[in-house]
């Protein structure tokens, strides 16, 4: 079994900065693949940002060149650089993690970590 936990999330005006931290524990050698999601209230939950172990990266597009993920170099802790953040930002924020990036909505989640984004 695989845990991640999620920290790092809170309000932020809009136009600033926060940083998002996954930890996973337990099996987790064929996690190659981490990303980050969210789910705004009434919506369905979008990948935000994925990356391999290979350091292979994949961003949504509304948040390209605002967004920036990262892991540590034993590949159990997965970042996200939130800056020029914008109200539309907000949402639940939920780390995810899988063998492959194509397969992480299927893999396994974190509990998610709320992030506000005030105007």
């Known amino acids: 079994q695989v845990q991640l936990v999620e920290s790092g999330g809170g309000l932020v005006q809009a136009g600033g900065s926060l940083r998002l931290s996954c930890v996973a524990s337990g099996s987790t050698a064929r996690l190659n693949a981490m990303g980050w999601f969210r789910q705004a209230p009434d919506k369905p939950r979008e990948m935000v940002a994925a990356i391999s172990s290979s350091g292979r990266t994949d961003y949504a597009e509304s948040v390209k060149g605002r967004f920036s993920i990262s892991r540590d170099n034993a590949k159990t802790t997965v970042y996200l650089q939130m800056n020029a953040v914008k109200p539309e930002d907000t949402a639940v924020y939920y780390c995810?993690?899988?063998?492959?990036?194509?397969?992480?909505?299927?893999?396994?989640w974190g509990q998610g970590t709320q992030v506000t984004v005030s105007s």
């Open positions: 995810a993690s899988a063998s492959m990036m194509a397969t992480l909505r299927s893999g396994y």
